[in-house]
T-cell receptor, first 115, second 113 residues
Framework: DTGVSQDPRHKITKRGQNVTFRCDPI?????LYWYRQTLGQGPEFLTY????????KSRLLSDRFSAERPKGSFSTLEIQRTEQGDSAMYLC?????????????FGQGTRLTVV | DQQVKQNSPSLSVQEGRISILNCDYT??????FLWYKKYPAEGPTFLIS?????DKNEDGRFTVFLNKSAKHLSLHIVPSQPGDSAVYFC????????????FGQGTELSVKP
């Protein structure tokens, strides 16, 4: 399978704990995005990388959130001191800049539940 | 500030008939529009897109129409099939924004046999 892969698929954690999610993009894609989706809403942009450079961060991304893409391949999203409001589906997507307009391909997401 | 809006949370259509899903946007800088389909517990799957220089794009049973003056786009599915039942998201981007997508809230389509 050469699609976008996310791990884990589900995570239940206690409030105050730290969690880390991993995303492996499509291999030839140099752009990687993180989105968050809550019930009844569309995905909301969090941040994106072009190769290893983090080029934009949303205001939604508080200081407790950090994302990395150290070698321009896989990425991690860490949430420190989780809160119940962090419960959501975290989606990763990747795309290529070969053409001006190109669609992003999404992974299956990581469902986070903070109890 | 909801820049992309899908005002119909749900739509029910009979199998074989046309499904029309609508989307409105407010940011005139958007120049690329996409539709994604999402099944429960899965990530969104790309369906079809359209650049702002066009007013129509067709791919099999799916056609997207763009009306820039009205800041409105629609997705037509003809004929509708039960397997089309899913949540459909409209998304928009600005070419120079690095491909960041702004999504609508989604419309849940139910195609009944």
């Amino acid at each position: 399978d050469t699609g976008v892969s996310q791990d884990p698929r589900h995570k239940i954690t206690k409030r105050g704990q730290n969690v880390t999610f991993r995303c492996d993009p499509i291999s030839e894609h140099n752009r990687l995005y993180w989105y968050r989706q809550t019930l009844g809403q569309g995905p909301e942009f969090l941040t994106y990388f072009q190769n290893e450079a983090q080029l934009e961060k949303s205001r939604l991304l508080s200081d407790r959130f950090s994302a990395e893409r150290p070698k321009g391949s896989f990425s991690t999203l860490e949430i420190q001191r989780t809160e119940q409001g962090d419960s959501a589906m975290y989606l990763c997507a990747s795309s290529t800049v070969r053409s001006l307009n190109t669609e992003a391909f999404f992974g299956q997401g990581t469902r986070l539940t903070v109890v | 500030d909801q820049q992309v809006k899908q005002n119909s949370p749900s739509l029910s259509v009979q199998e074989g008939r046309i499904s029309i899903l609508n989307c409105d946007y407010t940011n005139s800088m958007f120049d690329y529009f996409l539709w994604y389909k999402k099944y429960p517990a899965e990530g969104p799957t790309f369906l079809i897109s359209i650049s702002s220089i066009k007013d129509k794009n067709e791919d099999g049973r799916f056609t997207v129409f763009l009306n820039k003056s009205a800041k409105h786009l629609s997705l037509h599915i003809v004929p509708s099939q039960p397997g089309d039942s899913a949540v459909y998201f409209c998304a928009a981007s600005v070419n120079l924004s690095g491909g960041k997508l702004i999504f609508g809230q989604g419309t849940e389509l139910s195609v009944k046999p």
